[in-house]
């Protein structure tokens, strides 16, 4: 088996991924110039692709949705999880037209995959507010879910001449602009349905942990102590580490007053001893998908998924 030379990382441009571009700078000072200098990240759109990078071997990293980690472990894929990303930090946006839950009634809720926490979420407010889903046929008074990439949401809103898309949820920035262009309105953001949700994971496949265990341990350290650069710098973004500010705007494609308000107001946090992996957490989910949305296989088995002695190390020297 030829041993892998480099660690390629899939991520999205959101702020779930965010950490990712604010450590690698780090993790690079750190590891120094030379041949073995083997972090790559890659940009993609949808968790279908991360999937297929990871099945063809084009990806051996990545920054991903927990159910579906979770959904992709269980299936056999050798990924391990080493540790949350973030916690919170979607919003609901809705038409301007949509002012209450009941207004759901009939229409369709965008979410970004089937097997994503911002299904479990919109699953969760539905359900509060005695809202039946819809499988198929027609619609009535039941409200559809239909799985869409993020970056392809605000067109589809734009586009809908008919007004059946009520809302779509994703994380930040995607859906901004149209936002400010007052087509749409933030309805919710995520942490008001469950605060301090999980979001995105950092998973490597397993071969990794041991031909790059010190790469990753050196990954992981420069994950947390961007984490709580990023935490200091939403608390206090005028008076926090200027460079976060132009990091974050760098890597989210904003300027850095949009990047500053799309962290203040998005509701995330990366309180770095909220990202050590919590088998509780992870429990609540995978029940919840499994019996009441029924989207998760019977029997799914995390024995063997989380691999927490990197984030345990560097949260034990803080």
């Known amino acids: ?39 790559i990240p890659f940009s993609m759109r949808s968790w279908e692709q991360v999937e297929r990078g990871f099945k063809s071997g084009d990806i051996n990293a990545a920054f991903m949705d927990i159910a579906h980690a979770m959904y992709l472990f269980d299936k056999g894929l050798a990924i391990s999880m080493l540790m949350f990303t973030h916690r919170a930090g979607s919003r609901i946006i809705a038409a301007k037209q949509i002012q209450r839950l009941a207004d759901f009634k009939g229409k369709s809720v965008l979410i970004p995959h089937r097997l994503s926490i911002q299904h479990m979420l919109v699953h969760r407010l539905l359900n509060a507010g005695n809202l039946k889903i819809a499988g198929s046929g027609k619609l009535g008074e039941r409200v559809r879910i239909e799985s869409v990439p993020c970056a392809l949401m605000p067109e589809m809103a734009n586009s809908d001449l008919d007004g059946d898309i009520a809302a779509f949820i994703c994380p930040a920035p995607f859906g901004d602009p149209e936002v400010e262009q007052k087509d749409f309105r933030h309805l919710l953001i995520s942490r008001d349905l469950w605060q301090d949700h999980p979001g995105s994971v950092f998973v490597v496949h397993q071969n990794l942990l041991e031909t790059k265990g010190k ?13 709580r650069e990023l935490d200091r710098y939403i608390s206090s973004p005028d008076t926090g580490e200027s460079h976060i500010g132009r990091m ?12 500053r308000k799309t962290l203040k107001t998005s509701g995330i946090t990366y309180c770095p001893k909220l990202l050590a992996p919590d088998m509780g957490i992870l ?16 029997g799914t088995d995390l024995n063997g998924f989380v691999s927490s002695e990197f984030i345990d190390t560097v949260l034990s020297e803080l």
């Open 215 to 227: 790469n990753l341990a050196l990954m992981v350290k420069s994950l947390v102590d961007s984490a």
């Open 248 to 259: 974050s705007a760098s890597f989210l494609g904003l300027s850095a007053e949009q990047a």
């Open 1 to 39: 088996m030829r041993l892998p030379l480099t660690i390629r990382i899939g991520h999205f441009i959101s702020i779930d991924h965010l950490l990712l571009g604010i450590a690698l700078p780090r993790y690079i000072q750190h590891k120094g110039s030379g041949t073995d200098t083997d972090v």
């Open 283 to 298: 429990n609540i989910v995978l029940d919840y998908m499994r019996t009441t949305m029924e989207v998760m296989p019977v």
